[in-house]
Structure formats: structure tokens, C-alpha cells
T-cell receptor, first 114, second 114 residues
Framework: EAAVTQSPRSKVAVTGGKVTLSCHQT?????MYWYRQDTGHGLRLIHYSYVADSTEKGDIPDGYKASRPSQENFSLILELASLSQTAVYFCASSDAGGNTGQLYFGEGSKLTVL | GQQVKQSSPSLTVQEGGILILNCDYENDMFDYFAWYKKYPDNSPTLLISVRSNVDKREDGRFTVFLNKSGKHFSLHITASQPEDTAVYLCAAGLNQGGSAKLIFGEGTKLTVSS
């Protein structure tokens, strides 16, 4: 069974503060992704990575950085958190060697910026 | 603009009924199409997917139809059950090297009443 774990599961941050969301996968997958979920917008891709030490911009990268220090770990960094970044964030992984393109999601991290 | 769009934010159906969820996309290069299911406070999970070389795929009560010329795909659910109550997210993308960079629709909240 695929396993993607996120931490923290819930966080309250102050405007202008730094937030780091962490993701760890034990699937031996090459690809990892960060999505955010907002009501009425579904899931939107922020950053993704297909190999350690390399990250790519997704569709809404502004205000976010990403870090992939190893195949298992992928972090999302908000250097200066803003109210508009209040959302639920999902990490996912997928197997570049597979044929389905299936994403395996973590449980989500609910971020509230005050 | 929204590259993948779901036409209905919510739907209600009686138990045992048939329902159709619709999704439109803009990029005619997309070659991978999927439906994910999401329960409240849970992560999305893959329900069914199809590649662009087929126009239909069936898995039990779930069937996905792909209309490439119309840039449209749909999910048909037969014999709906209360446990089908969830948010359904359509997704489309380019499946390159076995891993798809997916773009999600806004989601359709389905309620199956008993």
C-alpha cells in the first residue's frame, strides 16, 4: 500500500511568518507534487519534482518554494505567509516507471494564516 | 483560465439511480484522463482512468467515456449507493514517462440519498 505522510497535519501561522510543510513517501516513487485545495478551485499544482535536488514550478508557484533533498522527502516553504495562502495542502507521489499516472496523496495539511 | 472544468458543483441522486459527471478540458494534447474520489477530511484516491487511445473504460459500476473531438470526458455511475457520497474530481494531463502532471477540475459534490 502506498504511503505518503505529511506534517504538520494542521498549523496556524501569522502573516509574514515562515511555514514549512513536510512530506515523506515510502513508495520509492520518483515524482512528488504539492497541490493546494480551495473551495471552488479543486486541486491546483504548486511545485513538483521528478528527482532529488531538483524542483519544477507548477501552475501557481508564486509565494512558494520547494525543496527535494532526497527521493523520500519533499517540502513546501512559505517564506512570508499571507492570508491568501490559507488552504489545505496535499502532497502526492507517483511512479515514473508505472503506466497509470496514478497519484498517491497524503492526508493533507490544513494551514490557517491569521 | 481553467484548463479542466467540471460543469456541476453539486449533484443529488436517489439510491439505485444512474448519474453522470461531466468534465471539459482545453488542451487537446492531454492524453491521460482520470476521476478521483474524495471523502471529507480524507485524501483523494484514484477511481478510474483512461488513456487517449481508448474512448471508454468500465470498472464495475463506474464507466468513463472520452470524447476527444469534443474535449470532454464523463463518469457514469450505475446503481448508486450512499457510500458513493463524496466529492469527485476530474483530472487530465500529459502522461510522459509514466508519470502524469495532472490538472484537476473544481470538483462535483455528489450526494446519494437513501
Amino acid at each position: 500500500e502506498a504511503a505518503v505522510t505529511q506534517s504538520p497535519r494542521s498549523k496556524v501561522a501569522v502573516t509574514g511568518g515562515k511555514v514549512t510543510l513536510s512530506c515523506h513517501q515510502t513508495n520509492n516513487h520518483d515524482y512528488m507534487y504539492w497541490y493546494r485545495q480551495d473551495t471552488g478551485h479543486g486541486l491546483r499544482l504548486i511545485h513538483y519534482s521528478y528527482v532529488a535536488d531538483s524542483t519544477e514550478k507548477g501552475d501557481i508557484p508564486d509565494g512558494y518554494k520547494a525543496s527535494r533533498p532526497s527521493q523520500e522527502n519533499f517540502s513546501l516553504i512559505l517564506e512570508l505567509a499571507s492570508l491568501s495562502q490559507t488552504a489545505v495542502y496535499f502532497c502526492a507521489s507517483s511512479d515514473a516507471g508505472g503506466n497509470t499516472g496514478q497519484l498517491y496523496f497524503g492526508e493533507g495539511s490544513k494551514l490557517t494564516v491569521l | 483560465g481553467q484548463q479542466v472544468k467540471q460543469s456541476s458543483p453539486s449533484l443529488t441522486v436517489q439510491e439505485g439511480g444512474i448519474l453522470i459527471l461531466n468534465c471539459d478540458y482545453e488542451n487537446d494534447m492531454f492524453d491521460y484522463f482520470a476521476w478521483y474520489k474524495k471523502y471529507p477530511d480524507n485524501s483523494p484516491t484514484l477511481l478510474i482512468s483512461v488513456r487517449s487511445n481508448v474512448d471508454k473504460r468500465e470498472d464495475g459500476r463506474f464507466t468513463v467515456f472520452l470524447n476527444k473531438s469534443g474535449k470532454h470526458f464523463s463518469l457514469h455511475i450505475t446503481a448508486s449507493q450512499p457510500e458513493d457520497t463524496a466529492v469527485y474530481l476530474c483530472a487530465a494531463g500529459l502522461n510522459q514517462g509514466g508519470s502524469a502532471k495532472l490538472i484537476f477540475g473544481e470538483g462535483t459534490k455528489l450526494t446519494v440519498s437513501s
